[in-house]
């Protein structure tokens, strides 16, 4: 089962007390606000999610890089990788590794 979490988390710590807390494997963070938006606006929506952490993973301190309108603040996320630089290559690495998998899966879904 996956939460959907409208909060970035960031510590492995916190990601096994929501795993204990709601018997969640995975947490999609990234979903959450447009999931909620098109909800509201009586869209149904489904997403199609590949992990780029594992819950024992640590990142950087992504929670404080999005800007008022929920965008990513450049600057400030070059400060928390460089905060951070082996969670930061690891994250990188990851990411780059799960979009891999996702255009993979999505050109499986098209093709079905």
Do not use: C, F, H
């Not at 990188?92 to 899966?105: D, E, M, S, V």
């Amino acid at each position: 089962m996956a939460l959907a979490s409208d909060a970035v988390v960031t510590e492995a710590r916190d990601k096994a007390e929501l795993a204990l807390r709601y018997g969640a494997d995975a947490v999609d963070m990234e979903s959450y606000a447009l999931a909620e938006l098109l909800q509201r606006a009586g869209v149904s929506v489904a997403a199609v999610r590949v992990a780029s952490d594992a819950a024992s993973d640590d990142l950087p301190a992504l929670d404080r890089v999005l800007n008022g309108s929920g965008g990513i603040d450049g600057p400030a996320l070059g400060l928390a990788m460089l905060r951070r630089p082996l969670l930061g290559v690891r994250l990188a690495l990851n990411a780059t590794r799960a979009l891999g998998i996702l255009r993979r899966t999505i050109a499986a879904i098209a093709g079905a």
